[in-house]
Each structure stands twice: as C-alpha cells, then as structure tokens.
C-alpha cells in the first residue's frame, strides 16, 4: 500500500480538478472538502502503518509501480521506498498535513475557488511525498519539480492581483536557478556511475568509484538545489513574496513541505556528504549565515507573515548546520519538531488575520489576548519552543545543533547559532506581546473564527510542547531515541555533560533574556520601527538586496534582452533569414528558365548535356 500514500493526494487532486471545471456554480463545498481532507487523512494512517512496521523491525520496503524509462542497461522505475529517514518525513508531512487540510476547509470557506484550491493543495501533498518517497533520483526530481509548481500556483492563487503573480513568479524563477544546480548534479552522477544501476540503494553501494573531486562538484551543485528550495543565502528571496498566497499555503510550505525538501535531500545523499567534509562545512557556513541573517531582518518586520516567513529562513539554517556537520539526525530532529510550532505559529496567525478582518501588522493589533484566548494559549506554546525555552520542543533540536557545532571545534559557527537563539526569542515574543498583550491604538469588531481552524491549533501546542522527548539525549537522561531509529551515518562528536549543561544554560539564558527584552518594549504599547537611523534603514528596506539584484542581475538582462530585441533579432538574424530567403528567390528565377516552356531552350540544354557527356568521354579516352 506504499504507493498509495502517494497515489491518493494526486487522483484527488485530479478529481477536485474535473469537478471544479465543469461546477458552473461553484458549490459542492462538501464533496471538494471530503477528497481535499480524506485523502492526506488516509494516507497519514497508512503511514503510520508503515513506520509502525519499521519500528517492528522490518526491513526497508519498496514498491513498484511500473517501468519509465528501459533503454539497455539503463532503467528507471516509478518506484517507492520506505526506510526509516523517509518514514519519520512522511508521517509529519502527512500529520501535520491534514492539520493544515482541516484547518483551509475553515479559512477558505467563502471563497469562490474553493475547489481549486484544495486541488492545488492536494496536488502540493503529492509532490512533496513524492519526492520523499522516490527510490531513485529521477523520481525524486521529478517530485521536487512538482513541489515547485504547486507552490507557483498556491502562492499565485490570488492571480486578480498583480502582485501576487509577481510573488509566484519570483518563487518559480528563483527555484528553477537553483534547480539548474541540482540537474547538473545528477548528470553528472549518472555519468559517473553509468551501468551500476541509478536506485538510491545502486547509488549508495558504488558511491566509492566516484573521483573525490567530481564528488565534491556534485555535493556543491545538490546543495545549490536546496538553497532555491529552502531559501537560503544568495537565493532565499523568494520566500518572504511567497506569503501572497492564502495562509494555509504558508504553514503547509514552512512545515511540512517545500522548504524542508532541501534538509531532507542532503540527508538522503548523507553518504555522499559523508566524504566530502569541507563541502558539509560550507552547507554549515551558509546556514549559519542565513540563520542570523534572516534573525536580524525578522526583528524589524511588521508583517506578522513575513516575521514568521523570516523565521522559517532562520530555522533552516539551523537544520543546514546540522547536516553540514555531519549531524543528520540532528537536522531531521529539527525539521521534525519545528513542522509543529511552526504550523502552529502560522495558522495563529491565519486566525489573527481572518479575525481582524485580513490585518497583517502587528502594530493594528493588540489587545487580544482574552478575546482569542486558544489562540493566544497555543502561539504562546509555540513561542516557547521555537525560541528554545525548555521542555519543549524546539529546547531539544536547537540545543542539540548548537552542542554539536561547539563539539565539532566550529566556535565561530556555534557562536552565530547561539546569538541568533537569543535573537529568535526576542522578535517571536515581540509578535506575541505585539498582538496579544500591548493596548490597541484602535478599538476591534472581531470576526468570528471557525472552529475547524482552532481546533487544529490543539493538537500541534501539544506536538509543540511534547515533540522534542524523542530526541532527549543521555546528557538529560535520554537515548536520542530519534537519532538511534533514523541510523544515519552522524559524525560522532564526544563533549562532557558539564559542557553541555554549560551551553543549554547559556542557550537558555538567552532565550530568556530576549523575551524579557521584548517584553519590556512590546508588552505595554506597541512600537513600531521607525527609520531613524542608516542601520535600521538598511534592515527595514532587507538590507536592498532585491535592490541589488535589480541592479547587478534583472535591469543588465532586461538591456541585453532589448539590445538583442532591437539589433541583434533585426540585423543579424532577421538579416540572415533575410539572405537566405533572397537567394532561393534569385536560385528560382535562374531554375525557372530551365522550365520555360521553349522547345528551342531545350534543345540547347540537350545539346549542352550530350557535349559534356561527349566531352567527358573523350578525356577518358585520351587518358587511356
């Protein structure tokens, strides 16, 4: 039944999709919400009978659909695999999924494309377990593509508006530059290991016959890949436009799909990874930087989707450090525990917004905090774990990353991760205090919410609060239970309890500290960023780096594409097709006259052929 965790969100997809074209009226709410929710429903209970397996000691499982492509030894199938990385992926994608599925039925209710909608949503399901699911890279290319349309047609949902097409453009073009990377990488391993088979399992058993410097060539370009996907530094500016598209489109990119494709990517080619350290360090590099980077911006933002939206940004770059370091577990573990509180977060946030009637800014809210008291209980849980206050779930995973960047001797990148910890609390409890505790500067007539979008809300403060005992390590009394079951090829870092207490202190202290900050700035009023000085000039306009691509990248290809449009298209190659037109013109007039109708002319022609053929013969004659 392995394909049909797979199968299922696509053929509803196709069903709404049918449905929704020849529905003049647009009303079946309850057929299109049945499909849009059963299909993510049943295919999280059969994934969870799958890991159910696995936890049973079962081996990995595949399953095969049928033949693509079988040209001579080359074979690819449309084919599935589970094994215990790709268990632990799906059953939060399709968990958490189906949250997201129950909670859209509630926010979307009166639009009209509501059927489309769930369409789009379901085919984004799909892909997003496809991808995790291929058990060969064709397949897990092809899903990663999906994964980039869906979220072109999710986030560009709301087409009437200019912009938002422009926001689901940028998504699109951003993701196929890094896609250009990732194609290139798995030529050049199919070249590399053409006639061994090009399965994961063929893949991994012959990675060793594969030159150190193609490998790490190959590594570089799959990580570009995931910087498109889980936008980071240089090509993450696609995600903060990418909050154009109805909320659940948010939290269902930020927590269980797109953006966690590029985690998951680098830690099914761990094995790869794994012989090509100084590569990993990069990866870790570039999260680290991305980390605090999008820390930074996010403390400035009054976008209560763009807050969250930078937030995501900075969370994967702590899944990147991990992973660069060789602590895969530790980055799956991240990925795992932040898909609850930031669902959450983001569908608080929808609550917020459909509430106050579509409000974005912080600093028009305030006050809420007994008027939507679930939903200020459950954001204030979320809050918690992802600003690493302990026991939940976010303490865990973050803590985890940052002892083994301090283990791994990587000083300068722990201290980034540590700082951006303190800085993380700060601008989520800013958002809090902002929009629930401070006064509000105008008086609210707040809309009705849905029960099927607070109810959701439950259930994730639950994984939010409880999500990181998984991954509790001997330090607190634990087994990393996560990490022993994931059995991925981690680097072994060895670091005293006495050091790791010190840092969890020091991680929690900052924590602390932030929200104390924010708190005393944000609880009482609210205090919107003025730009009043170069620095916080910069950060408000995010640091111009749209701007500079403007510059340095669109406007210098606009200008070539123009020079190109008026001369070269024109002079060149108009000019050629021009000449080539002119001369077959001229060569049929010239032929023409062989056709003309005048027996004297052909006479001539007759007479001019026997002479040459005359000719001819009598020169072979004479030789001889």
């Known amino acids: 039944m392995l394909s049909v965790i797979v199968i299922l969100p696509f053929l509803s997809a196709l069903l709404m999709a049918l449905l929704y074209l020849g529905d003049a009226n647009k009303k079946n709410y309850a057929f299109y919400t049945i499909l849009g929710v059963g299909s993510p429903a049943i295919s999280a209970v059969i994934s969870f009978m799958a890991l159910y397996q696995l936890l049973n000691g079962s081996a990995t499982i595949h399953d095969s659909l049928f033949s693509w492509i079988n040209v001579g030894e080359f074979k690819i199938e449309v084919a599935f695999m589970l094994d215990r990385l790709s268990a632990v992926m799906i059953s939060f994608i399709t968990l958490i999924g189906t949250l997201i599925h129950v909670y859209a039925a509630g926010y979307m209710r009166d639009d009209a494309g509501y059927g489309k ?60 530059v890094g896609d250009f990377g990732f194609i290139i990488a798995l030529s050049l391993l199919f070249v590399s290991l053409e006639g061994h088979g090009f399965t994961f399992d063929s893949v991994k058993a012959n990675i060793h016959l594969v030159d150190l410097n193609a490998l790490s060539i190959i590594g570089m370009l799959l990580f570009v890949g995931a910087m498109g996907k889980s936008a980071q530094i240089p090509l993450y500016v696609w995600l903060p436009d990418a909050m154009a598209g109805p909320t659940p489109v948010s939290a269902l990119i930020h927590a269980a799909t797109m953006v966690t494709a590029g985690v998951y990517m680098v830690a099914r080619y761990s094995f790869i990874y794994e012989l090509i350290p100084d590569v990993g360090l990069f990866i870790a590099s570039i999260g680290a930087a991305s980390a605090l980077f999008a820390a930074i911006i996010a403390s400035y933002q009054s976008d209560v989707k763009k807050i969250l939206a930078y937030s995501t940004m900075s969370q994967l770059g702590y899944m990147f450090i991990a992973v660069g370091l060789g602590a895969y577990s530790g980055g799956v573990f991240h990925v795992f ?50 600003s690493g206050i302990p026991p939940f779930a976010g303490f865990f995973s ?31 409890f800013r958002l809090l205090f902002s929009v ?35 991954g509790v390590n001997e330090a607190y009394g634990g087994s990393s239970w996560i990490n022993a079951f994931l059995n991925l090829p981690d680097r072994a870092f060895h670091i005293s309890h006495s050091t790791e207490y010190m840092l969890s202190s020091l991680n929690v202290l900052l924590g602390v500290t932030g929200m104390l900050l924010a708190y005393k700035l944000f609880a009482k009023e609210t205090r919107e960023v003025q730009a009043n000085t170069l ?83 009598l020169f072979k004659f004479g030789e001889l």
Not at 156 to 162: A, I, L, N, R, T
Not at 405 to 418: D, H, K, L, M, P
Not at 603 to 615: D, E, P, Q, T
């Open 117 to 176: 909608f769930f369409s789009y949503f379901n085919l984004f399901m799909g892909s997003m377990l496809l991808l995790v699911l291929a058990d060969n890279p064709i397949m897990m290319f092809v899903g990663w593509e999906l994964v980039g349309l869906s979220s072109y047609l999710l986030i560009g949902f709301y087409h009437q508006d200019s912009a938002n097409v422009k926001a689901a453009n940028k998504a699109f073009i951003l993701n196929r």
């Open 337 to 386: 525990t932040h898909a609850f509180f930031k669902a959450l977060l983001f569908m608080g946030a929808g609550a917020v917004i459909i509430a106050l009637h579509h409000e974005q800014n912080i600093f028009k809210m305030g006050g809420l905090k007994k008027r939507l008291k679930l939903v200020y209980v459950t954001m204030f849980i979320a809050t918690l774990a992802i």
């Open 398 to 428: 973050k803590d985890a990353i940052l002892t083994t960047a301090f283990a791994s001797e990587r000083y300068f990148i722990w201290g980034v991760g540590t700082l951006t910890a303190g800085l993380t609390a700060f601008y989520m």
């Open 436 to 470: 629930f505790h401070a006064e509000p500067k105008t008086s609210h007539n707040l809309q009705s919410v849905p029960k099927s979008m607070t109810y959701p809300l439950v259930f994730l403060a639950f994984g939010s609060a409880s999500a990181g005992f998984l």
């Open 535 to 617: 620095f916080k000039k910069v950060v408000l306009n995010k640091f111009y780096v749209d701007e500079l691509y403007e510059f340095f990248i669109i406007k210098p290809l606009l200008l070539m594409s123009e020079f190109i449009d008026k001369v070269i298209d024109p002079k060149l190659f108009d000019g050629f097709l021009l000449l080539n037109v002119w001369f077959y013109k001229y060569s049929a007039r010239l032929f023409a006259k062989l056709q003309n109708g005048k027996v004297r002319y052909y006479a001539l022609y007759i007479l001019a052929g026997v002479s040459a053929m005359s000719y001819y013969i």
